[in-house]
């Protein structure tokens, strides 16, 4: 909104209304409070329509899903949907890319507060366990809909996951290089740790089988031995 107020002066001219100065905005940091308090305000909106939108794909499928059906979730119209998001496929898309950063920041985390190959890969195991444990709808999402994406969505999602298998292969073959472990073939090993705890997701109901715990720490043990460590 632009405004045109000019300062009165004693020029001659009839003085109007005084405006009230403001206050300058007060620096925290890197940023302005007002800054700051905006980018919460979106952050959390945003969340909010991911969440709606994660919540309807799983239980209705994305190409069943509408605009207008993650909006009544909402208790909104559409609008408010399009104003943080161009169309479904970047609400989709965005819950993918927010799945990958946390699975990679937390497998990093599990890897760097513990020292060596075996606390490594049984602390990544039960970080990311705990993850998928907490996170089944997203991770429903993430493997059903992965044909949902467009192409170059789809290189850019096994670019990033290839990250994971990666760095989980790396500190295979750090326990490898010690005679910690042994394994095959390392990138396989490391596929088929990240594919067991990720299928969490299709049996997981609440703590029926396994407590939440008790299932991270069966996969610690499992990803032990498929590296070819005693338990």
Sequence with gaps: MSTNLK???TSGKKPGRTAQKRAPA??????????????????????RILQAACDAF?????????????????????????YYFSDKHSILY???????DEAQALIRKAAADNDGPSAKLAAIARSY?????DNTRV??????????????ARAAVAAEQKKIDDFIAQVIREGEAGGTFQVSDVQTTSRAITGMITFTYTWW???????????????????????????
């Design 94 to 100: 965005e819950i993918y890319r927010r799945a990958l």
């Design 129 to 133: 366990a705990t993850w998928v444990i």
């Design 139 to 152: 991770v429903g999402v993430y493997w059903r809909e992965v044909q949902s994406l467009s192409s170059e």
């Design 26 to 47: 007060k620096k925290t940091g890197k940023a302005w409070e007002g800054t700051s308090l905006r980018d919460e305000v979106v952050a959390y909106r945003k969340d």
């Design 205 to 231: 109901r609440g703590d029926k089988r396994l407590s939440r715990e008790d299932a991270a720490e069966s996969y610690a043990q499992m990803a032990l031995r498929l590296a070819g460590s005693p338990a």
């Design 58 to 82: 799983y239980e209705h499928g994305y190409h069943d899903c509408t605009v207008d059906m993650i909006a009544e979730r909402l208790s909104g119209s559409k609008a408010i949907v399009y």
């Design 7 to 9: 300062a009165s002066s």
